[in-house]
């Protein structure tokens, strides 16, 4: 009795330190200038430092129901924030460069990764980071194929990297091209990866670019919804192979095997894009669900260590990088093509 109820207090515990780790990252992202590091990068380096020094070995069981139950949570919660109307705000000329952009994303991605060697789980997770919006669309991913935590921890890490360099080049080249304001916003809008460095980036360009940079980033974040439910499709009929397999060819039912928490992200989505979730309540849901996105991200770093890191090696960062500059240049085509510069 008392081995488990020390247990449990263990449990307890372990979620504690991921809140507080989360709440410190957060802080911290606020204290940061110029609005650089996302507060779910941040956890997850942290995470990562302490896990690295420190192997809190008893933490494991908590680790895992953060980074997996209350990670789907949050991706539930997350809908609520998405709204389809958004795109008609923007315009059909971004959603056009976008489909390109994709289209490299996950097409380029499929022959380039056979390159680096990646599996289909993380050289994905780096293309939907890559091409949707960093760090929330490699968290509401990764449960729908059970991405591994260190494949999470590695596509973070790599589309996080670029986009620390790209948040200084991107207005120096864009001043170097000439470019207009708003074909700077739709190119930095279109093809940086995280919110946090799409603002950034934008804004040192010019506050008219920072501002459709961020209206065209808010665009391409609905994505996620057909995203996710593509490889929901995908991971579904994976899974129904193999336990047909396993039941020596007998039928799986599907629905014993379709994510959960995709209904209800679909469902949240559905409703605030009907204007059925207040925007008030629509704004709350979506800090609650950042902060929890950002709680399991401290978890999976919490369950990483640069040992990881150092296992595998430089091919993951070299197939964000070749994605990420295959992407930079393929919407820079497109805009000119449509001849916005």
């Given at each position: 009795?008392?081995?488990?109820?020390?247990?449990?207090?263990?449990?307890i515990?372990?979620?504690?330190?991921?809140?507080?780790?989360?709440?410190?990252?957060?802080?911290?992202?606020?204290l940061?200038?110029?609005?650089?590091?996302?507060?779910?990068?941040?956890?997850?380096?942290m995470?990562?430092?302490?896990?690295?020094?420190?192997?809190p070995?008893?933490?494991?069981?908590?680790?895992?129901?953060?980074?997996?139950?209350?990670?789907?949570?949050?991706?539930?919660l997350?809908?609520?924030?998405?709204?389809?109307?958004?795109?008609?705000?923007?315009?059909?000329?971004?959603?056009?460069?976008?489909?390109?952009?994709?289209?490299?994303?996950?097409?380029g991605?499929y022959?380039?990764?056979?390159?680096?060697g990646?599996?289909?789980?993380?050289?994905?997770?780096?293309?939907?980071?890559?091409g949707?919006?960093?760090?929330?669309?490699?968290?509401?991913?990764a449960p729908?194929?059970?991405?591994?935590?260190?494949d999470v921890?590695?596509?973070?890490?790599s589309?996080?990297?670029?986009?620390?360099?790209m948040?200084a080049?991107?207005?120096?080249?864009?001043?170097?091209?000439?470019?207009?304001?708003?074909?700077?916003g739709?190119?930095?809008?279109?093809s940086?990866?995280?919110?946090?460095?799409?603002?950034?980036s934008?804004?040192?360009?010019s506050?008219?670019a920072?501002?459709?940079?961020?209206?065209?980033?808010?665009?391409?974040?609905?994505a996620?919804?057909?995203?996710?439910?593509?490889?929901?499709?995908?991971?579904?009929?994976?899974?129904?192979k193999?336990?047909?397999?396993a039941?020596?060819?007998k039928?799986?039912?599907?629905?014993?095997?379709?994510?959960?928490?995709?209904?209800?992200?679909?469902?949240?989505?559905?409703?605030?894009?009907?204007?059925?979730?207040?925007?008030?309540?629509?704004?709350?849901?979506?800090?609650?669900?950042?902060?929890?996105?950002?709680?399991?991200?401290?978890?999976?770093?919490?369950?990483?260590?640069?040992t990881?890191?150092?296992?595998?090696?430089?091919?993951?960062m070299f197939?964000?990088?070749?994605?990420?500059?295959?992407?930079?240049?393929?919407?820079?085509?497109?805009?000119?093509?449509?001849?916005?510069?």
């Open positions: 009795m008392e081995t488990t109820s020390k247990k449990r207090g263990m449990f515990l372990g979620i504690a330190i991921c809140f507080a780790v989360a709440g410190l990252s957060i802080m911290l992202e606020k940061i200038p110029g609005e650089i590091l996302g507060a779910s990068i941040i956890a997850l380096f995470g990562t430092i302490i896990n690295s020094f420190f192997h070995k008893w933490m494991q069981p908590a680790l895992k129901f953060t980074s997996k139950k209350i990670l789907k949570i949050a991706i539930v997350l809908g609520a924030s998405l709204s389809i109307n958004t795109i008609m705000s923007v315009g059909k000329m971004t959603f056009f460069v976008m489909i390109f952009t994709f289209a490299m994303c996950f097409g991605g022959f380039i990764r056979k390159i680096f990646l599996n289909w789980k993380l050289s994905n997770l780096i293309s939907a980071g890559t949707i919006c960093g760090g929330s669309a490699v968290a509401a991913i729908v194929i059970d991405a591994d935590d260190k921890a590695f596509a973070m890490s589309t996080f990297l670029f986009d620390m360099v948040v080049l991107y207005p120096i080249m864009g001043k170097a091209l000439k470019m207009t304001d708003i074909a700077y739709i190119w930095a809008g279109t940086v990866n995280d919110t946090a460095s799409v603002v950034a934008g804004y040192a360009f506050e008219m920072g501002d459709f940079a961020t209206m065209v980033k808010l665009t391409r974040t609905i996620i919804i057909p995203t996710v439910l593509v490889f929901a499709f995908i991971s579904t009929r994976i899974k129904q193999e336990m047909k397999i039941n020596n060819g039928n799986v039912n599907l629905v014993k095997i379709i994510p959960w928490f995709i209904g209800g992200f679909l469902l949240l989505a559905i409703l605030n894009s009907i204007g059925l979730i207040p925007a008030t309540l629509s704004s709350v849901i979506k800090g609650i669900s950042k902060f929890l996105m950002v709680t399991a991200l401290a978890a999976i770093g919490l369950s990483t260590s640069i990881d890191f150092k296992k595998a090696g430089l091919r993951p197939y964000g990088i070749t994605i990420d500059t295959l992407v930079t240049l393929t919407a820079l085509v497109v805009i000119w093509c449509m001849g916005l510069m």
